[in-house]
């Protein structure tokens, strides 16, 4: 039982370039999340979906786009990548709004 | 913004020693939760309590919740190596918006 399975684990981009990060599940889950983590800052939700065809903006959603393709994959993109964007990323599922399961992270760094 | 705050921002103790750990919040909440991370892993759920129970245990695990202080403290008995982790509070608010609101989280380190 995979779980929560993110791609890639680690990516550098350069400023202005693009790139999707993959999330998908396989516990059924409605709900899925993408955070980021800085250091001394925490978890801080980017954006959340809390249904298939459903996505809402979380504390932190500028400079990113997502799509909840189908119930098991929430991708994260990052149109024009940024500095500021450096960061771990992380993908999390749950059903309804308890326990949230998350992957293993992605880290990106902007030069 | 964060909701949580833990205290302390880090904790070094001896193998077999109890582990305290607190967590102060801001708003009302529907529940709270503990999540252990491991260094370089993703978060590991480790314990839920309601804002109407006030203690919880599993294993070696013990979470208060005072509602009227918005406080919780996590206790870790009988400490271990693979203790060693960060641990964050994770509240649920409630309302319209969805997803939990972290702590920045406390770096627990065990001496063998």
């Known amino acids: 039982n995979a779980g929560v399975t993110q791609t890639p684990k680690f990516q550098v981009l350069k400023t202005g370039q693009s790139m999707t990060l993959q999330c998908a599940q396989d516990?059924?889950?409605?709900?899925m999340y993408w955070y980021r983590q800085d250091p001394g800052m925490g978890l801080r939700l980017i954006y959340y979906?809390?249904?298939?065809?459903?996505?809402d903006k979380g504390e932190v959603p500028n400079g990113y786009n997502v799509s909840r393709l189908n119930k098991r994959e929430f991708s994260l993109r990052l149109e024009s990548a940024a500095p500021s964007q450096t960061s771990v990323y992380f993908c999390?599922?749950?059903?309804?709004?308890?326990?949230?399961?998350f992957g293993a992270g992605t880290r990106l760094s902007v030069l | 913004s964060q909701q949580g705050e833990e205290d302390p921002q880090a904790l070094s103790i001896q193998e077999g020693e109890n582990a305290t750990m607190n967590c102060s919040y801001k708003?009302?909440?529907?529940?709270l939760q503990w999540y252990r991370q491991n260094s370089g892993r993703g978060l590991v759920h480790l314990i839920l309590?309601?804002?109407?129970?006030r203690e919880k245990h599993s294993g070696r695990l013990r979470v208060t919740l005072d509602t009227s202080k918005k406080s919780s403290s996590l206790l870790i008995t009988a400490s271990r190596a693979a203790d060693t982790a960060s641990y964050f509070c994770?509240?649920?608010?409630?309302?319209?918006?969805?997803?939990?609101?972290f702590g920045k989280g406390t770096h627990l380190i065990i001496q063998p």
């Open positions: 309590i309601r804002s109407n129970e």
């Open positions: 979906s809390a249904s298939e065809g459903t996505t």
């Open positions: 708003t009302s909440i529907n529940n």
């Open positions: 516990m059924n889950h409605n709900s």
């Open positions: 994770a509240t649920d608010a409630g309302g319209g918006a969805d997803g939990l609101t």
């Open positions: 999390a599922s749950s059903e309804g709004r308890w326990i949230q399961y």
